[in-house]
Structure formats: C-alpha cells, structure tokens
C-alpha cells in the first residue's frame, strides 16, 4: 500500500506556479512526507521533505496540513524541465535504510 | 548530493541468457541498497533490499533464485537476471542511503533499461 493518493496527471503553464496535492490521511505521528520526482526514463530525485511544519528549498516547497492529512508541493515557477511524475510518499523518520513505497504519483505537464 | 551510477545504462539480451546489472556508490557507504523495476507507464515496484554482508531480502512474488542478489562491497550491489525471458523486459532502478550519519533521502541510480528478445 502507498499510503498516499495523488491526481493522476496535471498541467501548469510555463512560469506559473505547480501546486501538486497529496492525502494522506493515515499517516502516523512519526512518518515524514516525502517527495520525488522522476523525469522520463530517469532514477527519481529527491525534492523535498517535511513533518508538520512547512518546508522551503531551493526546488520546492511543502505545505503540510495542520492535522498533517494532507500536503501540497508548491514549484513556484514551473519550467518545461520540471515537467515529471512526482511522488508523494510517507515514510518514518530514521529512513536512512528503509525501502521506499511508491504510489501512482502526479505526471505534471508544464507548459509553453 | 551523492552519487548513485548503474552499469550498464541499457542492454538487449537473448531469451535464456543472463544479464548482470551492477549499482555503485560513488561517494558514500551503503549498508543497504534497494533494487526496483518499472515497466512502462508504470510506478517503481520494490523487488528486494540488498543488505552488504548477508541475503538480500526479496518482496513477495520476486523469484530470489531468479533475481539474484549481491551486495559484496559497501559500494557496490549486483543485480544478475538469470534465464531472462521477454516479460523481464523492464526498467530497473537501484537505490542507497549513506551508512553513516542521519539521512533523509535516498539516492537513486539512473536505471538499466534490459530488453529480452
């Protein structure tokens, strides 16, 4: 079980800012939300992470609901070369060895 | 970040040979890495974790005698598809995380892509 639900596909235009959404209302108090992202015929790339409050780098950020049921990953000015399948995943908090659950995942179509 | 490489990025091989995929730690030690398939259009499927020093363990309808598994060195695990058949024709992708230290992410290979004719 991925213990996340994502859309299947969404598309955002050039320079407008990616919101992807995540559930994942079974999460437990010591799993982080996760995200990757796959570009075609590539390994995922990590992106981000986050337990409760929001987090910000330099590819994304990461909205967490308060009752952390839910996420959103903000890309702030998508590119054409952002355009992949992200992944939203749960997973606990010393995952420095575990195995990672992929889901369906959101195939994000950016734009001209 | 860290750097995961796979080897070979892609091979075609014949109905009943064996392919031999390797994944390597560039810059950190890994006491476990993780091997996944993708088939097309498909999300990644965990097939086993590769433990350095000891039996990989393998997820439920992985075929261990099949997909064997090799983790010798703290860089480097193998990935050997015995008698391959056309239906193992997929994408596989390795993962690792540094042994040492607190690490959040995983570092994924670029993937080999195997076609069996």
């Known amino acids: 079980d991925a213990k996340t639900t994502q859309p299947t596909s969404m598309d955002c235009a050039e320079g407008r800012a990616a919101n992807l959404p995540c559930n994942h209302s079974?999460?437990?108090?010591?799993?982080?939300v996760y995200w990757y992202r796959q570009i075609h015929s590539q390994g995922p790339q990590y992106i981000i992470h986050?337990?409760?409050n929001n987090e910000t780098n330099e590819m994304a950020s990461l909205i967490i609901t308060e009752d952390r049921k839910s996420s959103t990953l903000i890309l702030p000015h998508a590119t054409l070369r952002d355009t992949a399948v992200y992944y939203c995943?749960?997973?606990?908090?010393?995952?420095?060895?575990?195995?990672?659950?992929f889901g369906g995942g959101t195939r994000l179509m950016v734009k001209p | 970040g860290a750097v995961v490489s796979q080897h070979p990025s892609r091979v075609i091989c014949k109905s009943g040979t064996s392919v031999k995929i390797e994944c390597r730690s560039l810059?950190?030690?890994?006491?476990?890495m993780f091997w996944y398939r993708q088939f097309p259009k498909k999300s990644l499927m965990l097939m086993a974790t590769?433990?350095?020093?000891?039996?990989?363990?393998?997820e439920q309808g992985v075929e261990k005698d099949k997909f064997l598994i090799n983790h010798a060195s703290l860089t480097l695990s193998t990935l050997t598809v015995t008698s391959a058949h056309p239906e193992d024709s997929s994408f596989y992708i390795c993962s690792a995380s540094p042994a040492a230290g607190v690490s959040y992410e995983q570092y994924f290979g670029p993937g080999t892509r195997l076609t069996v004719t």
């Open positions: 079974t999460i437990s108090g010591n799993e982080y």
């Open positions: 590769s433990n350095e020093g000891s039996k990989a363990t393998y």
């Open positions: 810059d950190f030690q890994a006491t476990t």
């Open positions: 995943i749960v997973n606990l908090i010393n995952n420095a060895g575990n195995m990672l659950t």
């Open positions: 986050g337990l409760k």
